[in-house]
T-cell receptor
Framework: EDKVVQSPLSLVVHEGDTVTLNCSYEVTNFRSLLWYKQEKKAPTFLFML??SGIEKKSGRLSSILDKKELFSILNITATQTGDSAIYLCAVVVGNNRKLIWGLGTSLGVNP | GAVVSQHPSRVICKSGTSVKIECRSLDFQATTMFWYRQFPKQSLMLMATSNEGSKATYEQGVEKDKFLINHASLTLSTLTVTSAHPEDSSFYIC????????????FGPGTRLTVL
């Protein structure tokens, strides 16, 4: 059975800290891995990763995929209170591009 | 770019009525749209996948006669919850994949359905 596991499930840090969120997966027919941020509404897209070892960056956020070890990490540097959210990892599988979701990491950033 | 809208954002209805939710891709053509529901503090649960011009593919356990999906154009999919009951109250979210063929699903803002 396809599965995606995120860790930690919950994390609280102080503003300015750097955090690393983990996502490991066991799936068949891997296509790509997606990171999303979910606040009160629906998820907003952060990154799509398809190739190993190529870091994607957007401001203070960055992510990388290791297809040999079957995991990805999402880094957030110099965290701000606005980074408080649930960070979701999802793996795209198969020709119908179905998403296999992790349970998410709930990040709280205190001032 | 890649904006998906949903309408309405919130709806309250009486038990037994039907509710239609629209999902639109505003600045791209979406060959595939997905419908999810999400319960509080839980992951998104895929209900069905709809491809433009063809019948939707429903996930196991989702009643196709209760949750009618129509994907009539490359920018619009609708979900109709028929004969709604209180247990259908949930947060319904759609997503769309661009016809440019990436894997990224762009999500609408969601619709909060409350059935009294």
């Amino acid at each position: 059975e396809d599965k995606v596991v995120q860790s930690p499930l919950s994390l609280v840090v102080h503003e300015g800290d750097t955090v690393t969120l983990n996502c490991s997966y066991e799936v068949t027919n891997f296509r790509s891995l997606l990171w999303y941020k979910q606040e009160k509404k629906a998820p907003t897209f952060l990154f799509m990763l398809t190739s190993s070892g190529i870091e994607k960056k957007s401001g203070r956020l960055s992510s990388i995929l290791d297809k040999k070890e079957l995991f990805s990490i999402l880094n957030i540097t110099a965290t701000q209170t606005g980074d408080s959210a649930i960070y979701l990892c999802a793996v795209v599988v198969g020709n119908n591009r179905k998403l296999i979701w992790g349970l998410g990491t709930s990040l709280g950033v205190n001032p | 770019g890649a904006v998906v809208s949903q309408h309405p954002s919130r709806v309250i209805c009486k038990s037994g009525t039907s509710v239609k939710i629209e999902c639109r891709s505003l600045d791209f053509q979406a060959t595939t749209m997905f419908w999810y529901r999400q319960f509080p503090k839980q992951s998104l649960m895929l209900m069905a996948t709809s491809n433009e011009g063809s019948k939707a593919t429903y996930e196991q356990g989702v009643e196709k006669d209760k949750f009618l999906i129509n994907h009539a154009s490359l920018t619009l999919s609708t979900l109709t919850v028929t004969s709604a009951h209180p247990e259908d109250s949930s947060f319904y979210i759609c997503s769309a994949i661009s016809a440019a063929s990436t894997d990224t699903q762009y999500f609408g803002p969601g619709t909060r359905l409350t059935v009294l």
